[in-house]
């Protein structure tokens, strides 16, 4: 059971939460003539590391913000949040 | 009017478990209820109109006893009234809030609000709720949205200890439930 | 019975307050304060238990949680809890246990018989034996489970009460021995807010089972004074009891505290799960004994050392009336002058070691006590009972002296408790000296203490406990000081290194999990048969896989691993702690999510009006909605012809509040939708309405429901009932995180209306007289919304149809939604209203092929599957448009949407059923679709189908053919699949 620091309501425990998976994954610049190869990597594939992720979050519970989070998928340490629009943080070392 | 029929008329039977009592439950019925969503500049007028600002802290909640504001989110806040202000406090939003973007939403049918009251209340409510509820981080001036059971629900407390629980109308026969079952190992007592 | 074994004087014990307790079927007495384990004792019964597999005859033999052997049940009837440990179980008055897996009896048990099979039963017995043939294995198993095994589970309901609750603390300390007492002392102190949590009846550890002296003072003393001071501070709970199951992700621990036993035997809760959240978590868990390797060495009478000791200085039981102590430490001689000090005879202390030059058995002759060093134990004497031990030179084994005693006390050192530090993701060494698996580096958050981290000297235990207390508080934002514990703790026997773990082999049984019946040999043999990896030899030989998951053996069993090949112990490696620590019952786990508050029921506004009108009820995601309304009699399939039959001939009412209903409301509203949905909104006007169809990013159908325009920024959008929830975290996702530039809100109110649909040609009629607004079709036409009040009610009208009838859809906000609901059926009675349900609903718009998103649509199904394509649009821009255009997504791979009639009128093609071109009998067969409706028309008075088939618009005409499962293979044609009213001439009424 995480701990998510939710950037705007503060530390809640993971049942509060929706997670929403890879984050930062754009979709295509003028996606409507995207190449079909281009257009189903940003559709299916995902990076699924092990180690630090940025991923997703809405705090369905809660204030219902969408927002990233950066965790370890082996040790599901969190180092940093941030809001939609902040700079991306570093990943950790 | 016709009759009218809160959420838990159907669920408010007599029998209730008795005995010493460290806990009370009620159902404050029709609590007004504005939901008002809006940013910017329209935040600071809303101010203007109600006579306070809204807060923007997170999980704080200003106003004076019925009437009060409460932070939901960055662009979010729940606003509280008697049920029979609800149309004036609705029409006083609008005018202050002409020509800015915003949605102020009657949702007073939306949810239930139950109280739990009393010495125990607060261990009663720790068995279904994740939130810290000790007063050093969760008191009066406080509010939040979070989970108690399988219901999410807006906790605000109240003066004199306890809190109230703004619960979608649909869950609040199941939080009902759930408090009098929760309640029963401190005696709890139903007020009508 | 008299207690036989109970000193006269000491022990923790209430002699005021004796106790009856019943074990198979015998009464005995105990005094408030015993366990289960020290009453039997008391009164001299070794004997409790057969062994899982050889149904050997076994004693008690460890304290607490570790203990292998001695699982009973207790209670009766549908209170009855198998697998109790009897060093658990708080002796109460009135209790009642019985031993497992014996027949007939305890001491005559004819399963014994495994026991003289044992040659043939090695490690892998199982595995080498039951190979085949075919099926065999089920039969096997069966008298394999009769053979081997535990307890029994109860039949009936569990009667008792489990309760979870929330905790939150800055520091959690898990233990109440001298180093816990002292971390939370520390961090209390600091101001800290401190959660000590300890699994025995009252706090003190070791201290409680061991004669030490802290300031000069008995060590319980400090205890108590230590107590007392944590429960004056405001901001620490103490709680007995209670058991740290396991360590999760930051900070989360989930205990389980049990209830204070009552005479009556049912307390108001039975157990209680915590679910802490602690800032820090100090493990202050302790150590747990070892025992040690040596032939016979789980005859009654055998008995960890530590235990042995406890039992006389808590419970003023002596085990035995002569012991023998055998050991391979300094610690062992404090439970031999223990014991001594008690009364009982220690007949020798044989020490594994050959160069005794430590204080401790320095103290033990000095006292008279008898020390064979370079001694071992070789063989054990006595049935059901220890008689006597064999001793012998380690270096000639072959020497032995008989040594008469019933109780003999080994130890092989200690054992931390590393398991929630294991939880948390420490990485444990292995420290040669001790024997002993000691924690590395700390995991975030976790700080361990005492002797869980290998200290095991009292007076480090107490400054150690202290600091990490001290550390924790810090880290918790406390500021605080270096304790003022200034404590003194004389200890002699301050030197923790071991000696060897086994004793020399003379070709006796020498187990090594006595819960599982694994042996030496077992591990050998596995070891020679290839199993190089110790997880790998675990499973095949089951060692540490019982209940008690190797608390006592694992490590000796690591250490004959260890010698069998050839490598080091940090080489052959530990298997891996998980939670939780002890077992923990399905009840505590499930608390009150049980019965009616297993999970919500979300009623309706009408629900009532529903429940008293005889509603059959279907659960739909968590609302519970009226299926049918059955007369006295009728079956659900009448009732529903019934129902459909009125809402096609004259007006049905149906309850649609669960529908989800959102506000979108902004400047950017309508080009927010256009971006949601495929087709366009941003063209209707305010004042109507329009179906929209919304589409994930594959293209694939997501959702649907109808919109209308409330003004010019302003929508009042519906989704299906399943889909609310994720629809609205949908739109807030695109909203909050992609078009910023698009300044909308979205507002909720699935709740705020009350939703009531009147269908059918009557419909203007029934509701003309309540309303005020125009029904005329020229005024409110199909696909219009209109505010009004309707029964004096404030209402919003939507001219929408599901049935292909006329109807109106109804919503009020949801205090009046029973008022609403009774006035219909009032204005509706000169019409003969009829309320219908879910299953109407889905044949009235299965006639008319109407979709149902999760019926018609499974996440592979575009708009163009279902034949919308139409309503698609082209000018835009739309989530889910670029995909539609990818290879695949057109052509006649593709599954359409389509009707299907069975060639027996009579028959309902099941759902789901899948579809062949022709009949065939090869397997598997070639498959072109699946039935995803299907349902008795009473209006077609003919079974109907929806099925989505490949190709299908372009088979109108054609036969396919539907093999049923259990049934024969039958023919239906494909045809259009709007079945009713194709012209649309009905829905004006």
């Known amino acids: 059971m995480l701990l998510i620091p939710c950037p705007y309501c503060g530390e809640r425990t993971e049942s509060e939460f929706r997670y929403g998976g890879e984050a930062h994954f754009r979709r295509p610049e003028n996606h409507l003539e995207a190449t079909d190869e281009a257009w189903a990597d940003y559709l299916f594939m995902r990076k699924n590391p092990k180690g630090w992720h940025r991923e997703r979050w809405m705090h369905i519970a809660g204030c219902k913000r969408w927002f990233y989070v950066v965790r370890h998928t082996v040790t599901h340490r969190i180092s940093s949040v941030y809001k939609v629009g902040d700079p991306l943080p570093d990943l950790p070392s | 009017m016709t009759d009218e029929c809160a959420p838990l008329d159907n669920v408010l039977r007599p029998g209730a478990p008795s005995g010493p009592s460290g806990v009370a439950l009620s159902d404050r019925r029709f609590v007004g209820q504005i939901n008002l969503r809006g940013r910017g500049e329209a935040v600071t007028a809303v101010g203007a109109a109600l006579g306070y600002a809204l807060p923007v802290e997170a999980n704080t909640t200003v106003g004076s006893g019925v009437s009060r504001a409460c932070w939901l989110g960055p662009d979010e806040w729940l606003l509280i009234c008697e049920d029979d202000q609800r149309a004036e406090l609705k029409k006083r939003l609008d005018d202050a809030l002409a020509g800015h973007a915003y949605a102020a939403t009657d949702v007073t049918d939306s949810r239930a609000v139950l109280r739990i009251a009393g010495a125990c209340a607060r261990p009663v409510l720790a068995k279904g709720c994740p939130l810290d509820l000790s007063a050093r981080s969760f008191g009066v001036g406080h509010v939040a949205q979070s989970l108690v059971g399988r219901a999410q629900a807006m906790i605000l407390p109240i003066e004199g200890g306890g809190y109230d629980l703004f619960v979608a109308r649909s869950f609040a026969g199941y939080l009902w439930t759930w408090l009098l079952d929760a309640g029963a190992e401190y005696g709890i007592r139903v007020q009508t | ?989």
Request: charged share 20%; with cysteine.
């Open chain 3, 1 to 989: 019975m008299t207690q036989d074994f109970r000193l006269a004087k000491g022990g923790r014990i209430d002699r005021e307050k004796p106790l009856r307790f019943l074990f198979d079927g015998h009464a005995y007495d105990g005094f408030a304060g015993d366990t289960l384990a020290s009453a039997l004792l008391a009164n001299g019964i070794h004997l409790v238990a057969r062994s899982f597999k050889y149904h050997r005859p076994r004693g008690i033999y460890g304290l607490g949680v570790e203990e292998p052997n001695a699982l009973v049940e207790t209670g009766i009837g549908a209170a009855i809890e198998p697998n109790a440990r009897a060093t658990t179980v708080e002796l109460s008055d009135g209790l009642i246990a019985n031993s497992q897996n014996r027949w007939p009896s305890l001491r005559f048990d004819l399963g014994a018989v495994a026991d003289l099979a044992s040659p043939l039963l090695s490690a892998g017995f199982y595995y080498k034996t039951f190979m085949g043939p075919g099926n065999a294995w089920k039969l096997y198993e069966w008298m394999i489970r009769r053979a081997a095994g535990v307890g029994r589970a109860p039949e009936q309901p569990d009667p008792d009460r489990y309760e979870h609750s929330f905790a939150h603390c800055d520091v959690l300390v898990v233990g109440a021995g001298p180093a816990g007492l002292a971390a939370a002392l520390a961090a209390g102190r600091a101001g800290a807010r401190v959660m000590l949590v300890d699994e025995q009846v009252e706090p003190g550890g070791q201290l409680l089972n061991t004669a030490y002296t802290i300031n000069g003072r008995p060590a319980t003393d400090w205890v108590a004074d230590a107590t007392a001071e944590l429960d004056r501070m405001d901001e620490v709970r103490r709680l007995q009891r209670t058991l740290a199951l396991g360590v999760y992700d930051h900070g989360y621990v989930a205990c389980v505290e049990r209830a204070v036993p009552v005479p009556e035997g049912r307390t108001r809760w039975r157990e209680r799960m915590w679910h802490v959240r602690a800032k820090e978590i100090v493990v202050a868990s302790g150590a747990i004994e070892r025992p040690l390797i040596h032939d016979g060495n789980d005859r009654p009478g055998t008995m960890l050392a530590s235990a042995a000791r406890a039992y006389a200085n808590r419970y003023g039981v002596a085990v035995g009336k002569r012991a023998v102590v055998f050991a391979n430490n300094d610690d062992a001689y404090r439970t031999a002058l223990d014991l001594a000090d008690s009364g009982i005879e220690v007949a020798g202390i044989l020490d594994l070691r050959h160069d005794l030059t430590g204080a401790m058995p320095a103290l033990a002759r000095e006292k008279g006590l008898r020390v064979l060093a370079g001694h071992a134990v070789v063989g054990t004497r006595g049935r059901t009972r220890l008689k006597a031990v064999e001793a012998a030179p380690v270096d000639d084994p072959s020497n032995r002296q008989i040594i008469e005693c019933d109780l003999l006390a080994v130890s092989g050192g200690w054992n931390p408790a590393l398991h929630l530090y294991a939880h948390a993701g420490g990485k444990a060494s292995y420290d040669a000296a001790l024997a002993a698996f000691v924690p590395g580096s700390s995991p975030e958050r976790m700080t361990v203490a005492g002797s869980a981290a290998g200290e095991f000297a009292l007076a480090h235990c107490l400054s150690g406990g202290a600091r990490a207390g001290v550390e924790a508080a810090k880290r918790a934002g406390f500021s605080a000081t270096q304790p003022a514990l200034v404590l003194e703790a004389p200890e002699p026997n301050a030197d923790t290194r071991v000696g060897p773990l086994s004793a020399p082999n003379r070709g006796g049984k020498r187990f090594i999990d006595l819960h599982n019946d694994v042996t030496e040999k077992d591990l050998r043999l596995a070891a020679q048969e290839g199993y190089r990896s110790v997880e790998h030899a675990k499973r095949y030989t089951t060692m540490g896989m019982g209940p008690d998951q190797g608390k006592t053996g694992n490590i000796l069993g690591l250490n004959v691993l260890s010698d069998a090949l050839g490598q080091a112990v940090p080489q052959v490696g530990t298997t891996t702690f998980r939670p939780p620590y002890h077992p923990v019952s399905f009840g505590a786990l499930a608390g009150r999510e049980v019965h009616d508050l297993f999970l919500p029921t979300r009623k309706t506004p009408m629900d009532s009006w529903h429940e008293e009108n005889g509603a059959l009820f279907e659960p739909v995601g968590q609302w519970r909605r009226a299926k049918a309304y059955p007369k006295p009699g009728e079956s659900l399939h009448a009732a529903a012809e019934r129902e459909v039959k009125a809402a096609r001939e004259s007006v049905g009412l149906f309850d649609a509040s669960t529908l989800g209903k959102i506000d979108v409301r902004g400047p950017g509203a309508a080009q927010f939708l256009d971006r949601i949905y495929c087709n366009t909104f941003s063209t209707l006007k305010p004042g109507n309405a329009r179906y929209g169809l919304m589409l994930g990013e594959d293209g694939m159908v997501k959702d649907d429901g109808v919109t209308a325009r409330l003004g010019p920024d302003h929508f009042h959008l519906t989704t299906t009932t399943g889909g609310a929830a994720s629809v609205y975290v949908w739109l807030e996702d695109w909203l909050q995180t992609e078009w910023l530039d698009l300044e909308v809100y979205l507002t909720s109110v699935t709740e705020q209306w009350a939703v009531a649909t009147l269908s059918g040609p009557k419909a203007r009629q029934v509701l003309g007289p309540l309303t005020d607004v125009d029904l005329s079709t020229a005024a409110f036409p199909f696909m219009a919304f209109r505010e009004g009040r309707v029964a004096n009610i404030p209402a919003r009208i939507f001219r929408v149809s599901f049935s292909g009838d006329l109807s109106y859809e109804i919503n009020v906000p949801a205090r009046h939604g029973l008022a609403l609901w009774q006035a219909l059926m009032e204005s509706g009675r000169p019409h003969g209203i009829t309320p219908y349900g879910t299953e109407a609903l889905h044949i009235l718009r299965a006639e008319k092929g109407y979709i149902v998103v999760g019926h018609e649509t499974d996440g592979t199904i575009t708009p163009h599957d279902l034949g919308y394509g139409g309503m698609v649009s082209t000018k835009k821009d739309f989530l889910g448009r670029r995909s539609l255009g990818r290879a695949g997504m057109t052509g006649p791979d593709r599954k359409h949407l389509v009707g299907l009639l069975s060639k027996d009128p009579a028959r309902v093609l099941p759902m789901g059923a899948q579809i062949l071109e022709r009949p065939t009998e090869a397997r598997p067969a070639p498959m072109i679709g699946h039935v995803s409706s299907s349902y008795m028309s009473p209006t077609m008075k003919r079974g109907i189908a929806m099925a989505l088939i490949k190709n299908g618009r372009e088979r109108l005409g054609q036969t396919v053919y539907l093999p049923l499962l259990d049934g024969p293979t039958v023919a239906a044609e494909i045809v259009s699949p709007v079945f009713y009213d194709p012209e649309n001439a009905r829905r004006d009424g």
